[in-house]
DNA sequence: GCCCAGGTATAAA
DNA sequence: TTTATACATGGG
């Protein structure tokens, strides 16, 4: 991957592996705003960025060599070819080419462990433009001042509260699921840093231990906040309609893709679905 | 008004 | 172990 770091920001040559539009709109995150102009605005840690696109790069706006290396290559995952991940998981799984071909230029964001768990507990029932809702009024509540927005609070800082303090963000049932996560992560009983290395099947049960937190959500705080590709909604996946055209397709065979997979599957069941119904 | 949202807890079969 | 229902809220 190529990039300069020039008057304007980070000039990332990346071509067509970087879609903003696929990333940020894809429902793993739910802190990037696109403006009228195409560009995209977010915040991440306690950096308050624009990023847009130009010709074949992708610029990350007033971006310093320090936070390209400290922060940005990390968070947008770019030592990693997703090029090379979609031909591996075509080659292991040859039925999955049109999934794969569905949606190009998304990539896994590597957010933070806490607040996407934080934010999958919001998600559940529930829909995009309402969670993003939810997450900006938990920022702008309980998270410090940060550019033109908030960052997002810490689980020290929402785990002192109790449900009721919540009640502004109208996050319905899910409150006290919140304060729960919060309390377990804070007092260490559920430990999100070890999650980075240890085995999936540990992580998920240590993080079903908080109320609210189920397969789903335990899965997606791992592919989304802990960049373990490999984590998979079994569950999910055996349950839901979703296998309908992929049924033959085993998690084993996705090997170590298997989130990134079901991710592409997800998203071309879903314009399929889409294109039925218009 | 009505249906539903990338779910989960709870009770009952 | 599997299946049904409630859950808070508001977008479409």
Redesign the pocket.
């Known amino acids: 991957m190529k990039y300069n770091i020039t008057q304007r920001g980070a000039e990332i040559e990346i071509g067509s592996c970087f879609d903003l539009k696929n990333t940020f709109d894809?429902?793993?995150c739910f802190r990037w705003n696109e403006n009228p102009d195409g560009s995209y605005s977010g915040i991440v840690k306690n950096r308050d960025v624009r990023i847009f696109r130009d010709g074949n790069c992708v610029v990350i706006e007033n971006c310093t060599n320090e936070d390209f290396d400290g922060i940005w290559k990390k968070y947008f995952d770019l030592d990693t070819s997703y090029d090379n991940i979609r031909m591996e998981i075509t080659q292991l799984c040859p039925s999955l080419k049109c999934a794969v071909d569905s949606i190009n230029g998304i990539r896994i964001l590597n957010q933070e462990p806490w607040e996407a768990l934080c934010s999958f507990i919001i998600?559940?029932?529930?829909?995009?433009?309402?969670i993003k809702?939810i997450v900006s009024r938990l920022c702008e509540g309980f998270g410090d001042k940060c550019g033109i927005g908030y960052t997002f609070p810490s689980a020290q800082v929402i785990g002192r509260l109790e449900a009721d303090d919540l009640?502004p963000l109208?996050?319905?049932?899910r409150a006290r699921y919140i304060i729960d996560a919060a309390r377990k992560v804070s007092d260490g009983s559920v430990d999100l840093e070890k999650m980075y290395y240890a085995p999936i099947a540990d992580c998920r049960k240590e993080l079903?231990t908080?109320?609210?937190?189920?397969?789903?959500?335990?899965e997606c705080t791992l592919l989304y906040g802990l960049h373990r590709l490999e984590a998979f909604?079994v569950?999910?996946?055996m349950k839901k309609a979703?296998a309908d055209q992929f049924s033959g397709i085993s998690v084993q065979s996705l090997g170590r893709y298997a989130g990134i997979a079901?991710?592409y599957i997800?998203?071309y069941t879903r314009s399929k679905a889409a294109a039925i119904n218009s």
């Open positions: 894809c429902g793993q998600s559940q029932n529930n829909n995009i433009p309402r809702g009640a109208r996050a319905g049932f079903m908080i109320v609210g937190v189920g397969a789903k959500v335990a909604p569950d999910v996946w979703l079901q991710q997800f998203h």
